[in-house]
């Protein structure tokens, strides 16, 4: 096994041994199966109803996603008692009064009086033909659930790459300050070094990453919930994936480069604060982005690298983009991902042995 | 044989620049197989820098390092076992695990890793700490771990920066004992030291840098035979004037004459000693590495 191998098992073993990893990796997962069932336990679209010498109205037919449950009770009293208790959400009396704890419901009393006025209609010879909803957007049908999907797609990205690129800082100035590093760099290259650390945490963070989608994708289907994800998520899931770790490899590079440039921990948040900036900048442009994903503002940022490597696949997640498009973006990020490697491993390599005070990026990128 | 020739390295911006120093002006010396090397001098003198340049760690302005007659190289360096000045170890890694991390980045594999970090544990005194993490320990205890992380994989030469500053006697014999087996074993060490009494123990070779210069080097006895050597003789009660139109000098100490002189007839001195009075101490006195370091650095 060559030297950037053992540096990033190195990396993968001392990080998910940590109860940090772990506990982190257990919150997340239970926190997107939350998340997953959450539209449904808030959806509330289940009532419980009751009648005082009345007929039930045919709710069922006009709502079939709604759950009604109806009660029959005796006398006004009993179930004047259950709406106050609580038991049931409105009670139908002599088929023209509904009592009600307060106001009622909004969506259940718009429901109650159109479907009482079709009833009384219908039951007058009066027929009238419910009316037809067509979609002219080719996928309006599942702009929320897309939305939706973007929006939670932007955090995890957005939390994933601000704490994988951390720790790569953190484990350069760590390895420089305690000089670690002049007994590795007697027996691997400082390529090897670099390469080893942002391979060995990126996967890391691609375990959470996939732990996250893993636990998305089932809870969502053991919810119900999948049923209304557009078609191709896989598609979209494989995406995400190569877009985080372009972006990762991005800024975690830069992160070890301008990490390399200070010799204690202390200095690490103002060095990266450059980098932390852009990335900032980058989960807001995204968010935005989700509000508006076929606007001006997402097609062009989702060409601007590093803006790209989460922009686009918000812009994917929330709306159809043409393929070429991806590619174009994504040959776009691969350049100037290889521009910050090159860069970032000479800076990297002047940098690491020159313990003591910060050194400034010009004069490492100046000298010979 | 490691040979060093005409080192020379200056920092920031160079010896013309302001704030300018130079570290090293042409520092050379050798070290054969199975010789130990002591390297001492000032705080300052060099000696790190000489030491981060063999190891590659620093790139000198001009000079050379070869190993075997020929330039030193990576691949040679990958095979050097260094101890940095300031210690660099995982502090959260147990001892072990760090122990055989090194030995594979080395290029062991991980059997031999295995055995020889098991092998160090044992001889250097760590078995009970061997699963500790590395901020668990005293200063010695990590020091002994960062002594194998230098002999893991059984190095061909092996260049440690202060190894025994800050240890106990007992841990000192344990370290010294490490290094003369390899030693022993045919491999160039090399350390650098403050306690000169060590040195002179341990090493058969010493070169004393001052300001990056070599200012003397060679075996500790060759050091002793450029000072001329000190005849010391106490007579008690001599007759005043007894040592008139001999060269040194005489303190007198109560009734106790000392005399010490040099480059004299020693056997005409002890004559003349014991006429004048009761000889109680007659002979040559070495001077000690400290007073040769003393003299070489003044």
Not at chain 1, 154 to 172: E, I, P, Y
Not at chain 1, 230 to 235: N, S, Y
Not at chain 2, 126 to 133: F, I, S, T
Request: proline share 4%; charged share 20%; hydrophobic share 45%.
């Amino acid at each position: 096994m060559n030297g950037l191998m053992l540096i990033a098992r190195r990396e993968i073993v001392t990080q998910v041994r940590t109860k940090g990893f772990v506990i982190g990796l257990l919150v997340t997962g239970l926190l997107v199966a939350a998340v997953s069932f959450l539209p449904t336990i808030m959806g509330g679209d289940s009532y419980t109803l009751g009648t005082v010498n009345s007929q039930q109205l045919p709710l069922q037919q006009a709502a079939p996603d709604t759950e009604f449950e109806w009660r029959t009770f005796p006398d006004e009293e009993a179930a004047k008692q259950a709406v106050l208790d609580g038991d049931v959400d409105a009670v139908l009396v002599d088929d023209a009064r509904v009592l009600t704890d307060g106001e009622i419901d909004s969506e259940l009393g718009v429901l109650m009086q159109s479907v009482n006025r079709e009833v009384r209609l219908g039951a007058a010879g009066v027929n009238i033909p419910p009316l037809q909803v067509q979609s002219v957007g080719a996928d309006a049908q599942y702009e929320g659930a897309r939305t939706g999907i973007a929006v939670v797609l932007v955090l995890v990205l957005f939390m994933l790459l601000m704490g994988q690129v951390t720790m790569v800082a953190m484990g350069v100035v760590e390895e420089k300050g305690s000089r670690i590093v002049e007994i590795l760099l007697s027996a691997v290259r400082p390529w090897q070094l670099l390469g080893g650390k942002i391979a060995g945490l990126g996967v890391v963070g691609l375990i959470n990453m996939v732990t996250i989608l893993a636990v998305g994708l089932l809870a969502t289907s053991a919810s119900g919930l999948s049923a209304d994800f557009p078609p191709g998520i896989a598609g979209l899931v494989a995406g995400v994936l190569v877009w985080f770790v372009l972006g990762y490899v991005f800024f975690a590079t830069l992160s070890a480069a301008l990490a390399s440039l200070v010799s204690r921990q202390e200095e690490v948040n103002t060095v990266l604060t450059p980098l932390t900036m852009t990335v900032m900048l980058t989960y807001f442009v995204s968010f935005y982005i989700t509000t508006d994903p076929t606007g001006t503002l997402a097609t062009v940022m989702s060409f601007v690298p590093p803006f790209s490597s989460m922009v686009m696949p918000v812009r994917m997640a929330a709306t159809e983009v043409p393929l070429w498009q991806v590619g174009v973006s994504m040959a776009a990020m691969l350049l100037a991902v290889a521009a910050v490697l090159a860069i970032g491993a000479k800076v990297y390599a002047r940098a690491v042995l020159r313990t003591g005070a910060r050194l400034k990026l010009t004069d490492v990128l100046r000298a010979k | 044989m490691l040979e060093i020739s005409d080192l020379r390295k200056s920092f920031a911006g160079g010896p013309d620049a302001p704030g300018g120093k130079v570290a090293l002006d042409g520092i050379s010396f050798t070290v054969r197989p199975g010789e130990m090397y002591g390297f001492v001098g000032a705080n300052g003198a060099g000696k790190t820098t000489t030491m981060r340049i063999v190891m590659g760690v620093l790139q000198a302005d001009s000079g050379e390092v070869r190993w075997q007659g020929r330039p030193l190289g990576y691949d040679d360096r990958r095979r050097f076992g260094y101890m940095p000045e300031e210690r660099g170890l995982y502090q959260k890694m147990k001892v072990i695990e760090q122990i055989e991390y090194f030995g594979r980045l080395q290029g062991l594999s991980a059997q031999a890793a295995k055995k020889s970090a098991t092998d160090l544990i044992e001889r250097l005194g760590l078995v009970e700490r061997r699963n500790d993490a590395v901020q668990a320990l005293s200063l010695g205890n990590q020091q002994r771990v960062q002594l194998a992380v230098a002999l893991v994989h059984d190095p061909a030469v092996l260049v440690l920066d202060e190894p025994f500053s800050g240890l106990d006697p007992i841990a000192v014999d344990t370290l010294a004992t490490a290094l003369q087996e390899r030693c022993r074993g045919g491999v160039p060490v090399i350390f650098s030291s403050h306690q000169l009494e060590l040195v002179e123990r341990l090493c058969d070779s010493v070169g004393i840098v001052s300001g990056g210069r070599m200012v003397a080097t060679g075996t500790v006895a060759d050091l002793r035979g450029a000072e001329s050597n000190t005849l010391r003789v106490v007579v008690r009660d001599p007759a005043h004037g007894w040592a008139d139109g001999l060269p040194g000098t005489v303190t007198v100490r109560g009734d106790r004459h000392i005399l010490q002189t040099a480059d004299v007839d020693d056997q005409e001195v002890l004559r003349r000693a014991m006429k004048a009075g009761h000889v109680e101490y007659f002979g040559v006195e070495q001077p000690t590495l400290t007073e040769i370091f003393k003299e070489a650095v003044a």
